[in-house]
């Protein structure tokens, strides 16, 4: 019968050991950060050891600091205030100069044993993290009553070592991933950069077809002014003039393609799909009216005389990457987005104008005026256009 408990009892332990490890590698499939992944270790290594502390450090610029906890919070707190030297004077230190399981009966029988903090405890245990030979941190546990610890519990810690080492390393990943493609979204679209560390990324970035709706925008008397202007009146016009496009374009799901100057090309429906991607660039393209007639009341007392004048037309295109290796770029080519532009540059400032596909998509929910046919250079029939006016209530 004893065997049978004691059978029993082990396979309880493994169970609760294989859940406890199953929510660390939760907490880091779930992309929830660094200290979740932490804080759950350092959560089942003190729970499953039935001691009453437990502990984890990480090594930051020669210290060990302490990153995540569960008890003794008096401790923690000085920890934190402290970080450890990594030499023979702490419990963690000790274990990551010796790169192997420290393990001290009592502490109050170690004459080397000189951590100045708080000390509600007798008996305590430490494990390195290593992942690759590189030392990430330490794991510890503590307990109050003196007493050498159980074998089982000295592989119960080197386990969750070993655990957080993988899973450390991996949340350390996910997080270098997302901080570069945030810095990635500073300088292509934050959709390029999603598309570039996605799966589909591959594929779509070698070339595919898509219908779009792209829109150009450019400012009306800008070239004049660029002939007179200070280079700083110059670059305090165009740093106005890109962060309200920013904004705009982010907050209206398209896809910016490039800015040169002051003219610049968004692209709607790809490489993420958008729902009415016609009337979502006129919502963006009225939005930019409204926001530079603001911008543009702020530069006339200056002087300065600059309107905004956009084109927008829908069809297929080829979008990919386009470039040579070390700078790439995602673009859209093809008739589509030449319409786009020659009707931008036929617009006067605060107009906006639509080939006649987009009007046809849109022509429910906004007011318009036909313009006639315009003769464009690069088409050789006449292309009829509307002017874009506001957006009705649905």
């Known amino acids: 019968m004893a065997d049978v408990a004691d059978l029993e009892r082990r396979l309880e332990s493994a169970r ?26 350092v959560e089942a290594v003190t729970l499953l050891s039935g001691v009453d502390n437990g ?46 399981v420290v393990h001290i009966p009592d502490v109050l029988e170690d004459p080397d044993y000189a951590y100045a903090g708080p000390r509600p405890y007798r008996a305590a245990l430490s494990v390195p993290i290593l992942f690759e030979d590189e ?17 089982e519990h000295i592989e119960l810690v080197r386990l969750f070592a070993e655990q957080a080492a993988i899973a450390i390393a991996n949340a350390r990943l996910l997080e270098a991933v997302e901080r570069q493609r945030t810095e990635l979204s500073r300088f292509v679209s934050p959709q390029v ?25 450019d400012l009306r008397g800008f070239t ?13 016009v165009l740093r106005d003039y890109h962060t309200a496009m920013g904004e705009l374009i982010a907050s209206h799901h398209g ?74 770029d995602y673009a859209a080519l093809g008739s ?3 319409l786009a532009s020659r009707l931008s540059t036929r617009a006067e400032a605060g107009q906006t104008l639509v080939s006649q596909r987009v009007y046809a ?5 906004v007011e318009a005026e036909p313009v006639g046919e315009l003769e464009l250079k690069g088409f050789t029939r006449p292309v009829v256009a509307y002017e874009m006016k506001r957006l009705l209530t649905r």
């Open 193 to 217: 950069a999603e598309l570039i560390t996605s799966d589909d990324g591959k594929k779509l970035l070698s070339g595919h077809r898509a219908y779009i709706t792209v829109l150009f925008s």
């Open 224 to 236: 004049a002014f660029a002939e007179t202007a200070e280079p700083e009146e110059l670059l305090d």
């Open 336 to 338: 589509v987005t030449n």
């Open 16 to 41: 609760q050991q294989q859940r406890a490890i199953g929510r660390v590698l939760g907490a880091v499939a779930r992309a929830e950060g660094l200290q979740a992944v932490l804080d759950e270790v």
């Open 55 to 100: 502990r984890l450090w990480l090594v930051e610029d020669g210290l060990l600091h302490a990153f995540a906890n569960r008890g003794f919070e008096e401790t923690f707190e000085y920890d934190r205030l402290h970080p450890h030297a990594i030499d023979g004077t702490s419990m963690a230190g000790r274990t990551a100069l010796a790169r192997d």
């Open 255 to 328: 896809t910016l393609e490039h800015f040169a100057g002051d003219g610049l090309m968004v692209f709607f429906n790809d490489p993420l799909p958008v729902e009415e991607h016609e009337l979502q660039a006129i919502r963006l393209a009225l939005a930019a009216q409204e926001r530079l007639s603001e911008l543009g009341a702020g530069w006339r007392k200056r002087g300065t005389e600059l309107g905004l004048g956009i084109g927008i037309a829908s069809g297929y295109a080829t979008l990919g990457r386009i470039g040579f290796e070390g700078r790439y």
């Open 361 to 365: 998509a849109v022509e429910e929910a």
């Open 135 to 151: 030392l990430i941190g330490v794991i510890g546990i503590v307990r109050a009553a003196p007493g050498p610890f159980a074998q």
